[in-house]
């Protein structure tokens, strides 16, 4: 059954939302009396909150994604399914940070391997617009092995479509921590690179997967926003960067991309600084504003020092932020 382009991608996101706004409560019962629980540290009371509630954002994302391949022809299947490999991979790798509570350097190694889906079917292009330099083609040629023939030398699917992977993956884990933050920006950014696929007449696949996302996103509020009923896990950061990857990958938006996830890249440059040891959270008084008195090293430190917000309104005053890189990253469409 193919149905028309815009009834497939209203159908995505009402099965998306609806799987994870259905199955978030019962998943949050169920982590509770297994005792995965942390505490909520940003309370004044620091209670026990159930935790990887990504396990839904990921079943709601995947089944509306495999639903699509039998309601549009306009789809590019073997991208489709690769991105979906590769979500699937780094939230795999979530779920194992989660529990286990991996050292760094497997949180930056071990999503090399969730770009393999990616970097086997040769998503992307070759060529790709760098600021300044005009249009740059990564494919040097192919060049003979000796015993082994012909190597292709794309240096976009050998070196940035992993690179593109491990950036999004964890530059999404960077700035998190806060009720309703991780999927609040997530829905922000999807909601950007969908509307970017829509003016730029992109890729479908790019479409499909910002669609689905953020409307599983948007789902997940649902349980997340203040005072959160269940926390997202670093199996939901992930799958949002993995997924930013893919849409950006597949849809040749790279530059749309990094403006996009600007807040995040200046998360980074602020915890290079640290080591990446510091934490974003604050101290709540009585009243429930957040203070913070140690040098800044996050943009949540910096909210907290500025404007003594409380939880909710620092979340807001991010997703502002978040909300600002997204028409920034709009606007240079037309640039």
Not at 30 to 57: A, H
Not at 117 to 143: C, E, Q, R, Y
Not at 256 to 262: P, Q
């Amino acid at each position: 059954m193919k149905l028309p382009f815009e009834y497939t991608v209203a159908i995505i996101a009402a099965i998306s939302f609806a799987i994870v706004a259905f199955s978030t409560g019962k998943l949050a019962r169920k982590m509770t009396w297994l005792g995965y629980v942390d505490k909520d540290v940003n309370k004044l009371n620091k209670p026990l909150i159930p935790k990887i509630g990504g396990i839904s954002v990921i079943l709601g994302f995947v089944v509306a994604l495999l639903l699509s391949l039998q309601l549009s022809s306009q789809v590019n299947t073997i991208f489709l399914l690769a991105a979906i490999n590769t979500v699937i991979l780094i939230a795999f790798l979530g779920l194992v940070d989660d529990i286990m509570n991996l050292r760094d350097r497997y949180r930056v190694l071990l999503p090399l391997f969730a770009a393999l889906p990616l970097m086997v079917v040769k998503a992307g292009t070759s060529v790709m617009g760098v600021p300044f330099l005009g249009d740059i083609d990564f494919n040097l040629g192919v060049i003979m092995l000796p015993y082994n023939g012909p190597l292709e030398l794309n240096l976009y699917i050998l070196l940035l479509i992993p690179m593109g992977v491990v950036a999004c993956s964890n530059l999404i884990n960077l700035l998190a921590g806060f009720n309703g933050l991780e999927a609040g920006s997530g829905f922000i950014i999807f909601s950007t690179l969908a509307l970017a696929v829509l003016l730029t007449n992109g890729s479908p696949v790019a479409l499909f997967l910002a669609i689905a996302m953020g409307a599983a996103c948007l789902g997940f509020l649902l349980y997340n926003w203040y005072p959160a009923k269940i926390f997202p896990g670093n199996i939901t950061t992930y799958a949002i960067g993995a997924t930013v990857a893919a849409a950006v990958i597949i849809g040749n938006m790279e530059r749309i991309g990094a403006i996009l996830l600007s807040p995040q890249i200046a998360e980074f440059l602020l915890k290079v600084r640290t080591k990446f040891q510091a934490e974003n959270f604050g101290k709540p008084d009585k009243q429930g504003r957040l203070h913070y008195d140690g040098p800044v090293s996050s943009l949540t430190h910096l909210t907290m020092k500025l404007f003594k917000p409380t939880e909710q309104q620092l979340v807001l005053y991010l997703l502002a932020l978040q909300a600002l890189a997204g028409l920034a990253a709009i606007a240079s469409i037309y640039i």
